[in-house]
Nanobody
Framework: QVQLVESGGGLVQAGGSLRLSCAAS????????MGWFRQAPGKEREFVAA????????YYADSVKGRFTISRDNARNTVFLQMDSLTPEDTAVYYC????????????????????WGQGTQVTVSS
């Protein structure tokens, strides 16, 4: 069983930055993709970013490309999301997720890639 705990959310003004962290425990996850999704009030959960096991491949939603950066520290079983140039449209609950198995042919932007999810951390961007 994998436990994911997010931190780093909060209230920030438009144009500001936040850095989210997600610490995983329970088993070694270095071989699999990790990612971030978000859900705004009244909207579906949507893909934000993902990273492969080595950190050599990253994937971003078009809406955050150039503003957000995903990274991971496998020694600490932790994934990060650096969020810059935030806008009110980025307001949402952000969820960390990880795969615990290899799934060939599944896109890293699909929730079907992932098995375990954190409880979420609120990010609010004021205008």
């Amino acid at each position: 069983q994998v436990q994911l705990v997010e931190s780093g959310g909060g209230l920030v003004q438009a144009g500001g930055s936040l850095r989210l962290s997600c610490a995983a425990s329970g088993r070694t996850l270095t071989a699999y993709h990790m990612g971030w999704f978000r859900q705004a009030p009244g909207k579906e959960r949507e893909f934000v970013a993902a990273i492969n096991w080595s950190g050599g491949q990253t994937y971003y939603a078009d809406s955050v490309k150039g503003r957000f950066t995903i990274s991971r520290d496998n020694a600490r079983n932790t994934v990060f999301l650096q969020m810059d140039s935030l806008t009110p449209e980025d307001t949402a609950v952000y969820y960390c997720t990880t795969a615990v198995a290899l799934r060939l042919g599944v896109s890293p932007s699909s929730p079907n890639m992932y098995d375990s999810w954190g409880q979420g951390t609120q990010v609010t961007v004021s205008s």
